[in-house]
């Protein structure tokens, strides 16, 4: 399994720290936040990293290099201007082949995540071994959280294993997930397409999986929270 890391973003709400440097490569607890995913994506046996990126991207390219100080094999897609989600997955495809890959935001913090899970979650058989049709499988697999006090309404309903859009109770879309070439198809290298909007039509049609995680997570969205993850005692609320 290839993974992609997405670091294209500008961080606007980070400034003035992201002047001068790309949201993913601010430290928490003395790394990079990209680094930390570089890490145990390695340690799960997942090598092969696409990294996109755009604001200062030479700068994560000159700190990660190819990956293999880290025991990974990083390539970079670089986006003149940021193209979004889907975008960035779809111009970066022929980086990551024909095979369900893993996709992670670069500006989370989820220290404790174990990405070995993440490899073989889309089924293309069912429990008895007899192939889904190609229009039924499970076209993607995401990773929920509790809702943090930036999401609170949240994204997704979570029925069983099965996510769908509308429902009582919604959580919060962790920004890991796993996905299918084929999810992408009509979309072209350089478009902009914003993710929400296709993985609902897909989790409409009831082929999008999901699952809980209630580990550590932190969407580092302002200077706050980095110094609250950075603070001498470190009690950074779960799911901030």
């Not at 996109?52 to 293999?68: A, C, K, V």
């Not at 429990?127 to 990773?143: E, F, N, Q, S, T």
């Not at 879309?173 to 397409?193: K, L, T």
Request: charged share 20%.
């Amino acid at each position: 399994m290839k993974a992609m890391i997405f670091a294209a973003g500008r961080g606007e709400r980070m400034r003035p720290l992201t002047d001068a440097c790309p949201k993913p490569l601010l430290k928490v607890r003395g790394r990079p936040m990209i680094t930390w995913h570089v890490l145990n994506l390695v340690r799960a046996g997942i090598l092969d990293i696409v990294i996109n990126h755009s604001h200062l991207g030479h700068m994560i390219e000159d700190e990660l290099g190819d990956g293999s100080k880290y025991g990974a094999r990083i390539v970079y897609s670089h986006e003149p201007t940021p193209l979004e989600t889907a975008g960035g997955i779809a111009n970066a495809l022929h980086l990551l082949g024909d095979e369900p890959f893993l996709a992670v935001s670069g500006d989370i913090y989820a220290p404790y995540f174990d990405f070995s899970q993440a490899i073989d979650v889309l089924k293309d058989k069912d429990m008895v071994g007899v192939p889904y049709p190609p229009d039924k499988r499970d076209i993607a697999w995401l990773w929920l959280t509790p809702n943090p006090w930036h999401n609170p309404e949240g994204d997704f309903v979570l029925d069983m294993y099965t996510l769908r859009n509308e429902g009582p109770q919604k959580w919060n879309f962790a920004g890991i997930g796993v996905y299918r070439p084929e999810m992408f198809d009509g979309i072209q290298a350089g478009d902009f397409v914003k993710f929400g909007p296709l993985m609902r039509k897909f989790i409409e049609q009831g082929r999008v999986g999901g699952e809980l995680y209630h580990g550590q997570w932190v969407n580092v969205g302002t200077a706050g929270q980095l110094e609250e993850l950075n603070a001498p005692l470190g009690a950074a609320r779960t799911g901030s």
